[in-house]
């Protein structure tokens, strides 16, 4: 039978089109009755959504699960979003939820690039939902000129990028030449890390940045420019720093491949490939921002204001926009970290700021 | 009764066509690009010109290359494929939950790539079937195929990144022979099955027909629809083990396995001289093209330029070498007027 008639076609895109719709209302909607002005809201009607791009990620799958332990830890659940890094569709599943019952609602989210955070912000404002960011918005956006904004929260590249710079520096002895893998070239995250490393070869003045090229945080391209790279250097090439773990992996592979086991990788993003890297000891160093602590955190935020623990004008300035801290991960430490938990005391509402490092300047 | 038959079919019978054998002055383009720009960055760089780079470079290629004999063949019929990347990242989770890893028990070895292979041959054939079933246009079709390859991935992948311990498959990307990677000769396998395909079947002879005048072919008497179901899951067959071969040089199951791959190969096999309308080129077009990509990326690492200038430098000699290889077939390469 050939399906060419149609009726058929009509009768097959329909069906699409409500499994499609089907998927993505499951999210929508809560629990109402709740109080009426901000910061009224009984514990038990807060609902919680955690959103970020996909959970194929190990690092945005534990920001996930961060943000159920918290959700357990004051007896709610937490909706998992995710919008495979598609910025409409993001905004898609936003004005969904923002399109129901929003009176309680805390969102913790991982915006996709810096442009997709004023929409977000204005319907989070306009809807009167608790939003807290995460590592992505433009620098003139002013979280403080909003009621429902409550904070944003992100990492200092530059001192990440630096961190792993000294200890690639001291992997290797302090003297030789080492190549640098950037990321996505136009990324503040890829900027800022290696503004990071050249702050750290300033103050290494015996390490030679030998080249720097960029693999796009991608593993798979991070293999082939590593091994171009070692055969334009050969045993010039000491150390190898990489704007993200995914791509120290990749160079990880390529050094297999080719032989080598004198060359010392470093990365940021404790992605936990890379732990068990640095627990075999093939690889130096990496940066964690603790993904975990950050699906929670965001809901603790926003919870804590839902539930009038903490008033919006009682934030401190400095506590709405701010980095927070990140922990180096070397052999000596890596076991503290290789199975992430969250500390319960970290959510609670007077300690949700204690991580901060400044605010964002 | 006794006509002068001899006669007549000189004066009437205009030359014969002569059949296309060898290298004609037609499809040198390209190799003669590839040439120029080897030398180029040879002359320029004393590190490029190295043995040990030049088997870099080969093992560089091998994935892509295996990409490009998939694409080629729906290429050469007309159609457009940009399912590989998510038939790549399907294969290459199916594959590393298979053969011995850190998630679970399974340790297929060799029949674990096969399995990945077949599923990748079966999201191929997929795309085909809606294709010539529904009628979708093959842009729409393969790239409705590329997400549900990713679901599938996204699904099997579970939240942690599945590790291979097996070591006949890391072995493919680390063991060598006659200095290129294992990886490298089973791209070279796969550039003479396709070329074998493309000469001596049937499949690979009606795919070129079908690009040249599909309604030709039809109103001769072909059913056309199989063919192209056939070539399209031909298609998925190699971009699975494209995808099996990401995850021997990774040792890791990725679902980001074939990204961006689509428009690479689609690129090389451009690049080769294999036509976006169809009906022109082949495999060895497309071999030479994914040399040309290559050898670019590669050289302009060895050359420093800064990868800050590098993506626009490519794109120019890209586009630069297209046209150069296209001058001779310019008036049918156009695919939008």
């Known amino acids: 039978m050939k399906f060419t008639s149609r009726p058929t076609a009509i009768v097959l895109g329909l069906t699409l089109a409500a499994a499609a719709l089907a998927g993505c209302s499951e999210e929508a909607g809560g629990s109402s009755s709740g109080g009426s002005e901000a910061g009224a809201c009984a514990p038990e009607d807060v609902t919680l959504v955690g959103q970020v791009r996909n959970e194929s990620n190990p690092y945005e799958a534990a920001w996930l699960d961060g943000g159920d332990a918290f959700a357990e830890q004051v007896g709610l659940t937490q909706d998992r979003l995710t919008y495979d890094g598609d910025s409409t569709r993001q905004q898609e599943q936003i004005s969904q939820l923002l399109a129901g019952d929003t009176e309680c609602l805390v969102m913790n989210i991982l915006p996709n690039g810096d442009s997709d955070t004023p929409p977000i912000v204005e319907g989070a404002e306009e809807a009167g939902a608790y939003l807290v960011t995460q590592w992505n918005k433009p620098a003139d956006l002013n979280v403080a000129d909003y009621d429902q904004w409550l904070s944003h929260i992100t990492y200092n590249g530059v001192e990440s990028g630096k961190q792993i710079g000294d200890?690639?520096?001291?992997?290797?002895?302090?003297?030789?030449?080492?190549?640098?893998?950037?990321?996505?070239?136009?990324?503040?995250?890829?900027?800022?890390?290696?503004?990071?490393?050249?702050?750290?070869?300033?103050?290494?003045?015996?390490?030679?940045?030998?080249?720097?090229?960029?693999?796009?945080?991608?593993?798979?391209?991070?293999?082939?420019?590593?091994?171009?790279?070692?055969?334009?250097?050969?045993?010039?090439?000491?150390?190898?720093?990489?704007?993200?773990?995914?791509?120290?992996?990749?160079?990880?592979?390529?050094?297999?491949?080719?032989?080598?086991?004198?060359?010392?990788?470093?990365?940021?993003?404790?992605?936990?490939?890379?732990?068990?890297?640095?627990?075999?000891?093939?690889?130096?160093?990496?940066?964690?921002?603790?993904?975990?602590?950050?699906?929670?955190?965001?809901?603790?935020?926003?919870?804590c204001v839902a539930t009038g623990e903490l008033a919006v004008e009682d934030i401190a300035d400095e506590d709405r926009a701010w980095f927070a801290e990140q922990f180096l991960i070397t052999g000596d430490n890596v076991g503290d970290f290789t199975s992430p938990e969250v500390d319960a005391a970290d959510f609670e509402c007077d300690n949700v700021f204690s991580r901060s490092q400044g605010a964002i300047s | 009764m006794t006509s002068p038959a001899g006669a007549d079919t000189e004066v009437v019978l205009p030359p014969r066509p002569q059949p296309r054998r060898g290298v004609s002055l037609r499809d040198a383009g390209p190799p003669i690009a590839l040439a120029v720009i080897f030398l180029l960055f040879a002359l320029i760089s004393p590190g490029f010109r190295t043995i040990g780079n030049v088997q870099n470079i080969m093992d560089a290629a091998a994935v892509l290359a295996v990409v490009t004999c998939g694409i080629t063949f729906v290429l050469m019929m007309g159609s457009i494929d940009l399912s590989a990347p998510g038939v790549m990242g399907a294969a290459a989770i199916a594959v590393s939950l298979l053969v011995a890893n850190n998630r679970n028990g399974n340790d297929w070895g060799l029949l674990g790539v096969l399995v990945a292979v077949l599923l990748a041959a079966a999201l191929g054939c997929l795309s085909g079937l809606a294709l010539v079933l529904l009628k979708v246009p093959s842009f729409m079709t393969t790239l409705g195929v590329s997400a549900v390859g990713l679901g599938v991935a996204t699904l099997l992948f579970g939240g942690v990144q599945p590790n291979i311990s097996d070591e006949m498959l890391r072995g493919w990307a680390i063991e060598r022979f006659l200095g290129l990677a294992y990886l490298t000769w089973i791209a070279f396998g796969c550039v003479l099955i396709g070329w074998l395909i493309q000469c001596y079947s049937r499949l690979g002879r009606y795919a070129f027909a079908i690009g040249g005048a599909e309604e030709v072919l039809a109103l001769s008497g072909v059913k056309v629809a199989p063919y192209k179901v056939a070539v399209f899951t031909l298609a998925g067959a190699f971009y699975g083990l494209a995808g099996v071969m990401v995850t021997s040089q990774l040792s890791a199951g990725l679902v980001q396995a074939g990204k961006g791959y689509d428009f690479a190969a689609i690129t090389a096999a451009v690049v080769g001289g294999t036509l976006l309308t169809g009906g022109r080129g082949g495999i060895l077009h497309s071999a030479v093209g994914v040399l040309l990509v290559t050898v670019l990326t590669n050289g302009l690492v060895q050359v420093g330029v800064s990868p800050y200038w590098q993506g626009g430098v490519q794109g120019l000699i890209v586009v630069a070498a297209v046209a150069a290889a296209v001058i001779p077939q310019r008036r049918r390469n156009q695919v939008t007027k």
């Open chain 1, 167 to 303: 200890a690639l520096a001291e992997a290797i002895g302090g003297s030789g030449g080492i190549v640098a893998l950037q990321g996505i070239l136009d990324t503040g995250a890829a900027k800022d890390r290696f503004a990071g490393l050249e702050e750290s070869l300033a103050a290494n003045p015996d390490v030679e940045l030998l080249d720097d090229q960029t693999a796009n945080f991608s593993r798979d391209e991070a293999l082939a420019v590593t091994k171009t790279l070692l055969t334009k250097h050969g045993d010039d090439l000491k150390g190898i720093w990489a704007a993200n773990d995914d791509m120290a992996l990749g160079a990880l592979a390529a050094l297999e491949q080719a032989g080598r086991t004198d060359v010392a990788v470093v990365g940021i993003d404790a992605v936990p490939d890379a732990l068990t890297a640095i627990e075999d000891g093939t690889m130096t160093a990496t940066v964690s921002s603790d993904g975990p602590w950050q699906g929670g955190i965001g809901l603790a935020i926003g919870f």
